[in-house]
């Protein structure tokens, strides 16, 4: 007889642990232990300065994310709640973010973001339950605040400030309707919430992709877990360097596993993603005028494509 997915995941964390890294912002806190026999354990809580906890874990919908299974290279890997953190069990240690910033391109990262496109249209395709989650995501709600100068933190409303007297009134009030539309769009799916490629793990051995999830899960439009991570390549892009066409490269595998690309509207969901970071950077980590300065010119430029 097979145990559950839960009690076989209560056993991997219970077993002995050694923590390999641990970092963190005032918004998000991550420890990576390995475990004996092999594998490691994610754990991720709400930093101090987190204006809102990890969405409600549900048993009903972890289930149904687990037996999506692996879609295309990639699977979902839903949280176990332990108190306010989620415990997550994979075979990885680094994240493609991770390889991205120490290692910089390799082709080997394109099936990890086939696979990612993969699971993210899977998890869109179900029904959600009764009891569905949310009806945004809490980087939706972060954003969409800022954007409205509903800023809780001193330094991210200087940075608001900044931002919209550099950007212009024009382009900050499209800023601002791209990000209400994914508020208030009504044609949403069960979604991710912020699919970031800090959340996907990367097993070395195997090159399966983990795509850790449970702690955003909400419903949005499907626009905008996509829209999450091409920003994220958008900005890596700008702020690594490098040869343009094989950064595409893993914009083309996203969108080829997932099936459905943004069309002529790209820009709009990365620009909101983009200045998102540039919030969560601000108001969870530290006031730097001159990236303010940085974002600001790269966000009007992904504005008036």
Known sequence: MTAPATEVQMDMTAAAQVQVDRFGTGLLQTTISAVEGGGFVWTRYPGPLAPAPFSAANPEPDARLAAIGTAGGARLVPGLPRGEARIYHVAGEQSVAGHLLREGLHPDLEPALRGMGCALAALHALTPSYDRPPSTSRGLVRIDDWLKGRALQVRAAQAGAVLR??????????????????????????????????????????GVAELLIGEDLCATPWYADLGWVIGEIVELTWQLGGEPRLWQRLTDALVDGYGRDLGAEWNHMAAVRIALHLHDYTAYVGWNPSEVERYASFLGFLIDL
């Open 165 to 206: 007297e550099r950007l212009g009134p024009a382009r900050w009030s499209t800023l601002r309707a791209w990000s209400a539309r994914a508020v208030e769009d009504g044609d949403v799916v069960l979604a991710h919430g912020a699919p970031g490629l800090g959340s996907l793990v990367l097993d070395p051995s195997s």
